[in-house]
C-alpha cells in the first residue's frame, strides 16, 4: 500500500495480450507487456518494439546491469513469466519525448518476443484511438515534448 500517485493507459492486441503505460511518482514512465492466456517469455527475453516504419527500439536488462556495475541502483527492468516492464521514458517533455510522441503520432505498434530461443512472435497493436487518452493518462501535452 502506497500513497505514490501513478497513471495508466493501456492498450489490448486482437489475441487479448496488453500493453500499459504507467505514469509513476518519479515522473518516469514504463511500459508493460502482458500475455493473454498461457503464453510465456522466455528466461533473458529482449523486446523490439516497433511503432510505423520507424527503426525497432530493443529492450532487455542491459541498461539496468550497466548502471549496477557503475555502483548505480536504476531500476529500468522487470522481468516476470508473463510480464515484463520497462522504462521508455524519462519523463521531462523539455528532453524530448521519444517513443511517447511516436506512440501519439503513430498508426500501430508492433512488439516482438520470443517464446524460446529459435521463434518470435510479432503482437500488433493498433494506435488510431485514444490520443487524448493518452495525453491525459499520462499527464502530458504532446506539444510540450521538444524533439
Known amino acids: 500500500m502506497t500513497d505514490k500517485v501513478t497513471t495508466t493507459v493501456s492498450l489490448t492486441s486482437k489475441e487479448g495480450h496488453t500493453f500499459s503505460l504507467i505514469r509513476k511518482s518519479d515522473e518516469r514512465v514504463w511500459g508493460y507487456f502482458r500475455l493473454a492466456g498461457l503464453n510465456q517469455f522466455k528466461v533473458g527475453e529482449r523486446l523490439l518494439l516497433r511503432v510505423d ?8 536488462e542491459t541498461a539496468e546491469k550497466f548502471f549496477k ?23 521531462k517533455p523539455d528532453e524530448g519525448c521519444g517513443l511517447i510522441k511516436r506512440l501519439y503520432e503513430g498508426k500501430i505498434m508492433v512488439i516482438r518476443y520470443h517464446p524460446n530461443q529459435s521463434t518470435f512472435v510479432d503482437v500488433s497493436f493498433p ?8 495525453n491525459s493518462s499520462l499527464g ?8
Open 140 to 147: 502530458l501535452s504532446i506539444k510540450d515534448c521538444k524533439q
Open 69 to 91: 556495475d557503475l555502483g548505480m541502483n536504476i531500476k529500468m527492468w522487470e522481468w516476470n513469466p508473463n510480464l515484463i516492464g520497462f522504462v521508455v521514458w524519462h519523463g
Open 53 to 60: 516504419k520507424t527503426d525497432p527500439v530493443e529492450y532487455d
Open 127 to 134: 494506435l488510431n484511438q485514444g490520443k487524448d487518452t493518452l
